[in-house]
């Protein structure tokens, strides 16, 4: 009880989460690994595209629609113990992915960056990944501002589908997860 009244709780309701929530249960600690070594669940688990050197992953917990992951098939924790090969593939699909979701999502920009080491907000610090997050003016609005909270406007559902059919229509990416 505060001097104004009773404190008051606010609940944001994501039921949609608890199937993924009851999954973490069951994988080791880098979720990247998990995902290439199981290509028959690459829908169950978002992935957009492998390639022989990397893989493109929907971010479960984006931080806007059409948040992905692009990440070496090699687990590295860094840059520098990448080959050339690797670093060539994630660029290419760091571009194959903005061409994807320019198409699907129409962006008026995109932020695209790594953090490495958990100081640096690196949320899984032992396999290098970039993150490639769509961008729309006025995309930062009041839920953010106010509440620390993002709004996420689209299912994970519905816009993997978008973009694997998108990659198969115009050739763009690796072979499509799934």
């Known amino acids: 009880m505060s001097e104004f009244g009773p404190l008051e709780r606010n609940n944001l309701w994501a039921p949609w989460r608890i199937k993924y929530i009851q999954g973490l249960s ?106 490639v997050v769509p961008r729309w003016n006025g995309d930062t609005n009041y839920m953010h501002v106010c509440s620390d909270t993002d709004v996420i406007s689209q299912g994970l559902d519905e816009l993997y589908r978008q973009l694997v059919d998108i990659s198969k229509t115009h050739s763009i990416g690796g072979a499509p997860g799934g």
Not at 96 to 125: E, I, W, Y
Request: net charge negative; glycine share 8%.
């Open 26 to 131: 069951g994988q080791s600690d880098c979720f990247l690994c998990d995902y290439l070594a199981t290509p028959d669940k690459d829908a169950d688990n978002y992935v957009l595209w492998r390639t022989a050197h990397a893989i493109v992953v929907f971010n479960k917990f984006p931080y806007n629609n059409g948040h992905l992951l692009i990440a070496p098939t090699r687990h590295v924790p860094d840059l520098d113990q990448a080959t050339d090969e690797e670093l060539l593939a994630l660029m290419r699909l760091v571009r194959d992915s903005q061409r994807v979701l320019k198409t699907a999502l129409g962006p008026h920009g995109f932020n695209v960056g790594m953090n490495f080491g958990r100081c640096a907000g690196a949320g899984l610090p032992g396999h290098v990944h970039i993150h």
